[in-house]
């Protein structure tokens, strides 16, 4: 057990802080720059390994200093990256991030990310088929997350599909997930002529819904739960979406039920928004074990 494949975009986050958001036109000056690794498979890819999972990457980046700052940065935190592809003539993925007024707006460039298709998934399908869990979200192409959903249901390895951000999924590839991750907006892009309460009861242990700040919302026993977030206070809340994923998928192939992961997942996404940076914010399962003896 423990073993877990992410299969997803790596990108290097460019994050301005600033006072404000500038209006249409306007020029502010900013507060601070910070360049650091990210992109949503990566980060959930970190989050994994650095509360204890044995992760394995899966993906692209390009031939380029971004590219190397990478790969390096997941070997810092001994994921696996034997099927991590450098593409020449490519750029590495990209997020621009401004960070400001308690919370981020974010432009991703996608690059290399664009060209993880079927046959990078076939390539990497030694390390896939020895999973306890797969994780892939939609910043790479979506005829490939359709692909990994349909080869792994047909093999009876788990997935857990974090559809963001929000995109307009196949009906077949919900199914074939065994677990589905979205926020409220990425549910209604899933389910748009439902209503979210309906959605998560008939979803009952496939379905969990992240709320923010209000928590993370799941069915149990034919009824409805939220478990509430823990309250502090943000600094940089860039990856604490990442990091519940991370976090949760780690609670599950260590065994742990729906609550108990979720419970986890809340206390490290808790911690992960008290550092600048997505992936330097992420906590060490140390960490959270302590976080959540005080809490208790």
Not at 19 to 29: D, F, Q, V
Not at 65 to 84: F, S
Not at 115 to 121: E, F, L, R, T, W
């Amino acid at each position: 057990m423990n073993n877990i494949v992410v299969i997803g975009s790596c990108n290097i986050d460019i994050t301005v802080l600033a006072s404000k958001r500038p209006a249409a036109g306007e020029t502010i000056l900013g507060t601070g720059l910070n360049i650091s690794p990210g992109g949503k498979g990566a980060n959930q890819a970190v989050a994994a390994a650095k509360l204890g999972a044995k992760v394995t990457m899966v993906g692209c980046i390009g031939n380029d200093a971004y590219g190397q700052m990478i790969k390096d940065n997941l070997h810092r935190y001994q994921i696996n990256t034997d099927y991590l592809i450098t593409l020449d003539n490519e750029n590495s993925g990209t997020a621009h991030i401004t960070l400001a007024e308690g919370d981020n707006s974010i432009i991703v460039l996608s690059g290399a990310n664009a060209h993880v298709s079927k046959d990078v998934v076939d390539k990497a399908w030694d390390a896939i088929e020895k999973a306890d869990l797969v994780m892939v979200q939609n910043e790479i192409p979506l005829p490939t997350i359709g692909y990994i959903t349909e080869k792994c249901a047909k093999n009876g390895i788990k997935v857990l599909l974090n559809p963001a951000p929000a995109a307009d999924l196949e009906a077949q590839w919900l199914t074939n997930a065994t677990y589905i991750t979205p926020n409220e907006h990425e549910l209604a892009a899933l389910y748009p002529a439902n209503n979210t309460e309906d959605i998560i009861l008939a979803n009952e242990g496939k379905i969990i819904v992240t709320l923010g700040s209000e928590g993370v919302a799941y069915a149990q026993d034919g009824e409805l739960r939220r478990m509430r977030s823990f309250k502090v206070t943000p600094v940089d809340t860039t990856g604490a979406g990442d990091t519940f994923n991370g976090a949760f998928a780690t609670a599950i192939v260590n065994n742990k039920t729906i609550e108990e992961a979720v419970h986890y997942g809340n206390a490290a996404a808790a911690l992960s928004i008290l550092k600048l940076g997505a992936q330097e914010g992420m906590p060490t399962a140390a960490e959270v074990t302590a976080f959540l003896a005080e809490r208790s």
